[in-house]
């Protein structure tokens, strides 16, 4: 789906987001949300404190799963995705802190494996993400699934691309000061939630919307799964749907 621009784009995102936990409340069940980071889903975040604000969408009944954390990194770093979520969109929600989750970015290495397993395990738990939310990387990454990543691939520790590393630089004042691996939700599970949104703005991620929507269903471009799932949209803007 095509909009004029992004901010047009993200209120109707946050619209069937607001839609769906409150068909959730009104049959009494959680809401189960899969979030994602960058810079896409900023004015989708906005747009959600608004309608609590103005609208008095509750979140008491939402659990969240974040998609990717980097590796090593603190909680309280200026750039981990924890204070990203906290800052931009948890810290003016009312939703409950137990039932959020963020890959753990603190962990001993030989820890990660099994934490991996309990991250997926919860989401199980909570009967599985009823709506997942996504951005691209310029490699058509999603979450931290770089380009090879299997289509059944599970939650884990994985390298970051050469790409996405200098993409990410500016944030850590340099390619020597970013993290070479993060913590990601595997493809297996992206490809699970009942819904899925990828959101893309600007010319920059045009040609890899192109390959992703149009392109061969590929582990070089892990967004063009999506084409195999029952119930995705890519949702765009004007100059990332240009050369589509
Ligand atoms: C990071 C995140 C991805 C995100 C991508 C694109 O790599 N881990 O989940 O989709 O950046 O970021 P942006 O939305 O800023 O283009």
């Known amino acids: 789906v095509v909009y004029e621009n992004s901010v047009i784009a993200s209120k109707s995102v946050a619209k069937e987001i607001a839609n769906l936990i409150r068909e959730k409340q009104a049959q009494n069940e959680p809401c189960i949300l899969g979030l994602a980071t960058g810079s896409s889903p900023k004015s989708l975040y906005a747009e959600l404190i608004r309608l609590h604000k103005e609208d008095g969408l509750s979140f008491k009944n939402v659990v969240s799963f974040n998609l990717d954390e980097y590796y090593p990194m603190e909680p309280d770093s200026i750039n981990s ?12 929600i009312d ?15 030989k820890a990660i494996g099994d934490y991996c397993s309990e991250y997926e395990a919860k989401i199980e738990a909570a009967g599985g993400i009823d709506l997942q939310i996504l951005g691209i ?16 691939s599970k939650t884990r520790l994985v390298a970051l691309d050469h790409i996405t590393r200098v993409a990410a630089s500016s944030d850590f004042s340099g390619l020597n000061n970013t993290p070479r ?18 959101m ?15 392109g061969t269903v590929t582990n070089q471009v892990p967004a063009s799964f999506l084409q195999e799932h029952s119930n995705a949209t890519f949702v765009l803007d004007q100059l990332a749907a240009s050369k589509l």
Do not use: C
């Open 137 to 152: 990387g310029g490699n058509g990454h999603i979450g931290f699934n770089e380009s090879g990543s299997l289509q059944n």
């Open 81 to 92: 995705y924890v204070r990203f979520m906290k800052e931009l969109l948890f810290n003016h």
């Open 95 to 109: 939703i409950l802190p137990e039932n959020i989750h963020i890959p753990d970015g603190t962990l001993s290495k």
């Open 200 to 214: 893309a703005w600007g010319e920059g991620k045009s040609n890899i919307i192109k390959a992703s929507v149009e």
């Open 181 to 198: 691996t993060a913590i990601t939700l595997g493809v297996k599970k992206i490809m699970e939630a009942k819904r899925v949104i990828l």
